[in-house]
């Protein structure tokens, strides 16, 4: 029996190319007023015990003698010696003792509640709906994070993806790649609004070799310079051009400062924050009036006697260590989000070099080099979570590989959705305007012509559009079917068309730039037969406002 192939000529829309993306946002567990719990007030908050690491969630009632009544989220009350909290945790319940010894000084609060406080010290110290300051410093990648606070912490929710390209350069690969990790609710990143200096400041040189010791502003980790085998990552060959390389888990994230950021933050403000909560600058300007020594640890304090870490062009690179307060646990700052495997971890390949990398929104290429023999790895991540893999070995032979996520939908937040085919109709405002999709060789609706498609000659087919409305930049077409539920194929796209351009002829070449297919390749992937049945194909075309541009340009990590 021959397979049948349906066409429908979808119509196109007139978009910006910022509107093609939607994301939802979900309350982080560590948000205060997320809980439904009547008995956790909006003063809920992680309390940590400083032998075991352990925790505990709840709101604080009452300091009694020497002990701290705490409120736990089911109502019940538990008490904790103070002096066995963590020193931010003592800090804090310091703190609060004072706030409450300054508010019964005032004499209004006291006896009729009729005005709040208006001391300043009362307002910075108890108003949990502005954001923090170190919060502003994540601003300029908040399109692609989740920013949650509370009275003690920072809650940085992402990925763990930049928007530059990854993985280019490295010499000595473990065939890892990178994949969106769910660093959001309650597996988010945290940062002490507090930090408190340690009595004794912890070095990173023979310690902490597994996870992260800060994070980016950008949402992506930072591990220890030093692998977990103590070896130098960077002069290993083991980093890209932006200092980062993916682990065990497919995790991608840095060993080296992210100077780079600095674009985006602009100089003088921090690129990161070490998981103890003190901040961490760019290169020192060693011209600079105020210019002073780093210590052991990688940093000191400014005029005004606050302490951070500086990036460095040689080990340890970043902060060597914690000046603050943190909780170790099994060699590794504790307590820290988890990333999760999703296939097995694999082998380094001996003498492969990587030297491409692509994105297009859920899509994903890269390519590497062994003795002169290119292989590639296209993977496109599914709306389920799920992860398709084809692998064309330097070898010339072709396998593919499927893995399901156990955590389900993954995180790919607005700034990681371009190029996603995603069903916008019902998202469109009344009275968009639209085109009307024709092909000279078949009509909507019926069966495509087979030279058309790889049981014939596989051309592509011609194609014709109406005109954009007034302030058309380009245009964009995917030809797409839909082999199943939530799953989305891709045959042919093609961007940036000419606004004078309304129509291509068949096996056209040379208009517009296309982009990558599900098979990794740019160009038409004619549809071929295979099982019974009709199948469905759409095409859609877009009449956009913007020329895309979806090439960045790189940058390099030096060591000098």
């Not at 908050?45 to 002990?67: E, K, M, N, P, Q």
């Not at 045959?491 to 208009?511: M, R």
Request: proline content about 7%; glycine content about 10%.
């Amino acid at each position: 029996m021959n397979v049948r192939y349906l066409v429908s000529l979808v119509t196109g829309l007139m978009l910006g190319i910022g509107t093609m993306n939607f994301s939802s946002v979900n309350l982080s567990a560590h948000e205060v007023g997320s809980h439904d719990d009547s008995h956790v007030s909006s003063a809920s908050r992680t309390w940590s015990v400083a032998a075991d690491g352990s925790h505990l969630h709840g709101s604080f009632v009452c300091v009694i003698d020497d002990d701290v009544q705490i409120r736990r989220a089911d109502g019940k009350l538990a008490r904790i010696a103070i002096d066995h909290l963590v020193a931010s945790d003592q800090a804090w319940i310091e703190a609060r003792c004072e706030e409450i010894k300054l508010l019964n000084q005032h004499r209004e609060t006291q006896l009729a509640m009729l005005n709040p406080p208006t001391d300043a010290t009362i307002r910075s110290t108890t108003d949990t709906k502005s954001m923090p300051a170190i919060g502003e410093y994540f601003k300029p990648f908040q399109k692609a994070l989740q920013l949650h606070w509370d009275k003690n912490f920072l809650y940085v929710g992402s990925n763990g993806l930049p928007e530059h390209p990854m993985m280019i350069g490295i010499r000595a690969w473990q065939q890892q790649v990178p994949l969106p990790q769910k660093y959001i609710a309650d597996n988010a990143w945290r940062i002490p609004l507090y930090p408190v200096p340690a009595k004794n400041p912890m070095s990173t040189k023979n310690d902490f070799l597994r996870g992260a010791i800060a994070l980016a502003v950008n949402g992506v980790p930072i591990f220890n310079p030093l692998n977990n085998r103590g070896d130098d990552a960077f002069l290993f060959g083991e980093l890209d051009q932006y200092g980062g390389h993916c682990g065990r888990a497919d995790d991608y994230h840095y060993h080296i400062a992210p100077v780079h950021l600095e674009e985006a933050t602009g100089n003088g403000n921090p690129i990161a924050y070490a998981l103890d909560g003190y901040p961490i600058f760019g290169y020192q300007d060693e011209q600079a009036t105020d210019f002073a020594p780093l210590d052991n640890l990688g940093g000191h304090k400014d005029a005004s006697g606050n302490y951070h870490y500086h990036a460095q062009k040689t080990y340890p690179y970043l902060n060597g260590g914690f000046y603050g307060e943190v909780t170790k646990r099994d060699g590794q700052v504790d307590p820290q989000p988890r990333a999760e495997p999703l296939r097995p971890a694999l082998r380094p390949l001996r003498d492969a070099k990587i030297t491409g990398f692509d994105r297009n929104g859920n899509r994903f290429q890269l390519e590497y080099d062994v003795s002169g023999r290119k292989g590639t790895i296209h993977y496109v991540v599914k709306n389920d979570g799920s992860v398709d893999f084809t692998f064309q070995e330097p070898s010339g032979k072709t396998r593919t590989e499927s893995y399901r996520s156990r955590s389900g939908k993954p995180y790919m937040p607005l700034s990681d959705a371009l190029g996603t085919n995603v069903d916008l109709s019902h998202h469109l405002p009344s009275g968009m305007p639209m085109l009307t999709v024709t092909s000279p060789a078949f009509a909507a609706g019926n069966e495509m012509p087979i030279e058309f498609t790889g049981d014939g000659a596989g051309h592509s087919p011609p194609l014709a559009w109406t005109k954009g409305p007034a302030g058309t930049q380009c245009y964009a077409l995917n030809l797409w079917h839909t082999p199943g539920p939530g799953d989305i194929k891709s045959y042919w796209l093609l961007y940036n068309i000419p606004a004078d351009v309304t129509s291509l002829p068949a096996n056209a070449h040379g208009i517009g730039t296309a982009g990558y297919n599900d098979k990794g390749h740019t160009e038409y992937d004619p549809m071929r037969s295979k099982g019974p049945g009709v199948k469905k194909y759409h095409v859609t075309v877009f009449a956009l406002s913007e020329k895309p541009n979806l090439h960045r340009q790189k940058s390099h990590v030096t060591n000098c």
